[in-house]
Antibody, heavy 116, light 113 residues
């Protein structure tokens, strides 16, 4: 059974940093691109970032480019999202996804709240 | 960036009736070398993460009821629920995965009338 378990969310002040983690299981991690999608409270889905199966290619939405970095550790079956210079409008549930473009599995999400 | 626009924003349909949701891309998501449309539909029920229903514009995922169908090509796509059931109440999103950033539509909220 495919499982994606996010962690690392929480309350952070504007300008601060957080690192989200996503522990994957139930599939061959190195064979899949991975990604992150977010959803602000009561709003729609926003694709944030993706990473190819090899880790060689990364992709970002314009609104996070230069602030967020996606990476993966194949030895730990984990994908990360390093988030810097956080702003109030980054407040959202962040979902880990299997698939950097077409998404076939989603985690339950971790809430990031940016507020002073 | 490719902008995905769904219509309507919300929709009320009676149980047993047909529901139709439209999705328009600002540029074609048809990749001519393989004749595939890079368009997916997702269903999100309250308090849950989204679920993939349809990929490649018309390929239903395993376990998805056959009352769900996808159609369209190029820039114009449709998700149809042939006979609405109570459990289909959800928000539905289209997404293009042709080119990064892989953008979503704004969502269509489907309710029972």
């Amino acid at each position: 059974e495919v499982q994606l378990l996010e962690s690392g969310g929480g309350l952070v002040q504007p300008g601060g940093s957080l690192r989200l983690s996503c522990a994957a299981s139930g599939f061959t991690f190195s064979s899949y691109g991975m990604g992150w999608v977010r959803q602000a409270p009561g709003k729609g889905l926003e694709w944030v970032s993706g990473l190819s199966d090899s880790g060689d290619n990364t992709y970002y939405a314009d609104f996070v480019k230069g602030r967020f970095t996606i990476s993966r550790d194949t030895s730990k079956n984990t994908v990360y999202l390093q988030m810097n210079s956080l702003r109030a409008d980054d407040t959202a549930i962040y979902y880990c996804t299997r698939g950097d473009n077409l998404i076939d599995y989603w985690g339950q999400g971790t809430l990031v709240t940016v507020s002073s | 960036d490719i902008v995905m626009t769904q219509s309507p924003d919300s929709l009320g349909v009676s149980v047993g009736e047909r529901a139709t949701i439209n999705c328009k891309a600002s540029q074609s998501v048809l990749y001519r070398s393989n004749n595939k449309n890079y368009l997916a539909w997702y269903q999100q029920k309250p308090g849950q993460p989204p679920k993939l229903l349809i990929s490649w514009a018309s390929t239903r995922e395993s376990g998805v009821p056959d009352r769900f169908s996808g159609s369209g090509s190029g820039t114009d796509f449709t998700l149809t629920i042939s006979s609405l059931q109570a459990e289909d109440v959800a928000v539905y999103y289209c997404q293009q995965y042709d080119s990064s950033p892989y953008t979503f539509g704004q969502g269509t909220k489907l309710e029972i009338k």
